[in-house]
């Protein structure tokens, strides 16, 4: 079965880079019919997406309006996992972060978006705090 | 974006009952919306996609209904591995994907 498995550091200094990556079994990132998602949760800010990867004959990322300056999202093809980097953070990016797969559906012609389904794996989560 | 409210925030219930949680979005959202249950300290769990879909594995005594703005997950018969907190989330047309504040299910 699709297992997602997360690894980094649970402290990042404030202004310096939280880098995450998500490891996945049982599935590839260059699936077509997959997208690959970052997800944080925090007690003021409830769970909240902040982007995803995905393949449809070449990569394609979607972010958040509220990390989009600071965030990146890359596939690597060669390990099959996918990394989160978020530059500059404060202790606002406190958080358990949380790598998940969704469905890709169909191609909606009127939005240019592929619709897609609901977050059915996920990976453990990593508790990522924010400090000096 | 859409803005996704439940509830209530919490509700306390015994064994037994049955327990409703809505979730309203702030547009309609063409049942492109799913229900999780998350316990501490673990992720989030798919339990119904597509409004009304159950997720592979999930017992039937959670069913969900509701359309164009206003949804529902039912618990028919609350068991003791229910208590939990639950969560919707939108999937629909575009990004960014939103999650309702959540409803923690106490005894």
């Known amino acids: 079965q699709v297992q997602l498995q997360q690894s980094g550091p649970g402290l990042v200094k404030p202004s310096q880079t939280l880098s995450l990556t998500c490891a996945i079994s049982?599935?590839?990132?260059?699936?077509?019919?997959?997208?690959w998602n970052w997800i944080r949760q925090s007690p003021s800010r409830g769970l909240e997406w902040l982007g995803r990867?995905?393949?449809?004959?070449?990569?394609?990322?979607d972010y958040a309006v509220s990390v989009r300056s600071r965030i990146t999202i890359n596939p690597d093809t060669s390990n099959n996992l996918f990394s989160l980097q978020l530059t500059s953070v404060t202790p606002e990016d406190t958080a358990v972060y949380y790598c998940?797969?969704?469905?890709?559906?169909?191609?909606?012609?009127?939005?240019?978006?592929?619709?897609?389904?609901?977050?059915?794996?996920w990976g453990q989560g990593t508790m990522v705090t924010v400090s000096s | 974006d859409i803005q996704m409210t439940q509830s209530p925030s919490s509700l306390s219930a015994s064994v037994g009952d049955r327990v409703t949680i809505t979730c309203r979005a702030s547009?309609?959202?063409?049942?492109?919306l799913a229900w999780y249950q998350q316990k501490p300290g673990k992720a989030p769990k798919l339990l119904l996609y597509?409004?009304?879909r159950l997720e592979s594995g999930v017992p039937s005594r959670f069913s969900g209904s509701g359309s164009g703005a206003d949804y529902t997950l039912t618990i028919s018969s609350l068991q003791p591995e229910d208590f939990a907190t639950y969560y919707c989330?939108?999937?629909?047309?575009?990004?960014?994907?939103?999650f309702g504040q959540g409803t923690k299910v106490e005894i």
């Open positions: 597509a409004a009304s």
């Open positions: 990867t995905y393949y449809r004959s070449k990569s394609y990322n």
């Open positions: 989330q939108q999937y629909f047309s575009t990004p960014p994907w939103t």
């Open positions: 547009q309609g959202i063409s049942n492109s």
């Open positions: 998940a797969r969704s469905p890709l559906l169909n191609y909606d012609i009127l939005t240019g978006y592929y619709n897609v389904n609901a977050f059915d794996i």
């Open positions: 049982g599935d590839s990132v260059s699936d077509n019919s997959a997208a």
